[in-house]
Every structure is written in structure tokens, then in C-alpha cells.
């Protein structure tokens, strides 16, 4: 009876496992991969939009238009992020404390693993600051932010706009630097995260620029969304 329960038992592990092994991360070390290589398909597929976004300005340009109409639709382009700004700003750099970090304040309790790292919260809540200082342009990693853009994390990897990102995140924002540094100076999520560096030794750099440019957003403007079958 022993033997025969032994076999319905690996008779029922072999159907639940498909013929994969169930204890090892063959499954997830694959789902990495295809998370990696969608995102290198989908920077090749924003490079050819940029291109050919490129061909219709040339196109576009080689007719005459009326003055007004093209102030208007380069107001809007910039407004929309589709073309390069350039200004004075700000960069904030966000990052991952170093490998075993321990508490640097005395009576500070020892870090939890979630302690340790950047969340999207944190990413959003200095993306939402720079907005509210009056940015006229927002760009986190080598990508512009237009306004469906949206910060995901996974784990502690960022998902922006279909490619994935590790840290250190480095946000850049155009705008007046005063009213820049203000706003993320009384944000209250942000000095909470400032606590969490002075205790644990996250990742926190703010630098100030004369001059940057930020560069046009290059992906698709199409909404995309979920239908039912």
C-alpha cells in the first residue's frame, strides 16, 4: 500500500508539473527572459516610431501652412512632449541602499528587506513633486514622460512605457529650479523616504543644472487598453 501511494503521489506531482521540475526557477528565470527581451523589442520599435515620425516633420514641413495653425501645433507638440526641451532644472537620483546595509542611528530598529530598496511610490511621489513645481518637461531614465505615461515597478525593477529598468533611477525635470526644489522640499512623502536614507542609506542625490535637455518623447501616442472577447 506504501509503494502504491507513492506512485499515485509522483503520478499526480508529474500531471500538476506538466513534466517541469517544481522546485527549481527554471519558470521564473524564463519569465525574466522574455521580460528582457520584449523590452529590447520594444526600444528597437520605438526607435523605427521615431524614424518614421521623423520622415512625416520632414514631409509636413515641405508644405506651406499657415503661421498661426504652426505656432499652435508647436505649442501643443511641446506641451505634449513631443519635442526636445531644453532649461534650466533639476536631476534627482534614487537607489537601492548597499548590500547589508544595517541601522547608522542609534535606537533605530534593524531594516526589514523592503527597508532596503526603491518602490514605485518613492518614483512617483518625486515624478508628482517635479509636476507640481511647475516642470514643463519630466524624464525618467533615458524616456520622455507624457501624459500616459505611467511608473511601474516590479519588484525592484521599473516597467516604463514597455522597457524595464534597474536602479539607480535617475529623474531629470526642466522648470524653475526654485519652485522645483520647493516642491519636492514640502512634499511629505519625500521626507519620509529622507528618514529612510538617513537611517538606512538609501540612494538619494539632488543636483541643480543651468542648462539641460530633455529629449522628445519617441513612442507610439496610440491609447492601448484591454477588450473583452
Known amino acids: 500500500?506504501?509503494?502504491?501511494?507513492a506512485?499515485?503521489?509522483?503520478?499526480v506531482s508529474s500531471l500538476a508539473a506538466h513534466g517541469t521540475s517544481l522546485r527549481n526557477d527554471d519558470t521564473l528565470l524564463r519569465l525574466s527572459d522574455l521580460i528582457q527581451q520584449r523590452s529590447q523589442q520594444n526600444a528597437q520599435s520605438e526607435n523605427a516610431v521615431a524614424g518614421?515620425?521623423?520622415q512625416i516633420d520632414a514631409l509636413a514641413a515641405q508644405h506651406a501652412q499657415?503661421?498661426?495653425?504652426?505656432?499652435r501645433l508647436a505649442t501643443l507638440e511641446q506641451a505634449a512632449g513631443l519635442d526636445p526641451q531644453q532649461g534650466a532644472g533639476v536631476t534627482v537620483t534614487l537607489n537601492d541602499a548597499p548590500s547589508g546595509a544595517t541601522a547608522k542611528i542609534p535606537g533605530v530598529p534593524q531594516?526589514?528587506?523592503d527597508d532596503l530598496v526603491v518602490h514605485q511610490q518613492d518614483l512617483q511621489a518625486v515624478v508628482n513633486a517635479l509636476w507640481k513645481g511647475g516642470a514643463t518637461g519630466v524624464q525618467v531614465q533615458d524616456?520622455?514622460?507624457?501624459?500616459t505615461s505611467a511608473v511601474r515597478c516590479v519588484g525592484n525593477q521599473l516597467i516604463l512605457q514597455g522597457r524595464v529598468y534597474s536602479p539607480p533611477y535617475?529623474?531629470?525635470a526642466v522648470g524653475d529650479q526654485q519652485h522645483l526644489l520647493s516642491a519636492?522640499?514640502?512634499d511629505s512623502y519625500i521626507q519620509n523616504y529622507l528618514q529612510y536614507v538617513a537611517a538606512y542609506g538609501l540612494g538619494w542625490k539632488l543636483d541643480q543644472s543651468r542648462a539641460m535637455t530633455l529629449p522628445a518623447y519617441s513612442g507610439t501616442v496610440d491609447l492601448q487598453y484591454a477588450q473583452a472577447e
Open 143 to 147: 524616456q520622455r514622460l507624457i501624459s
Open 184 to 186: 519636492i522640499d514640502q
Open 1 to 5: 500500500m506504501v509503494f502504491a501511494l
Open 52 to 54: 518614421l515620425r521623423a
Open 111 to 113: 531594516p526589514q528587506p
Open 66 to 71: 499657415n503661421p498661426a495653425d504652426a505656432k
Open 170 to 172: 535617475v529623474i531629470r
Open 7 to 11: 506512485g499515485f503521489l509522483f503520478y
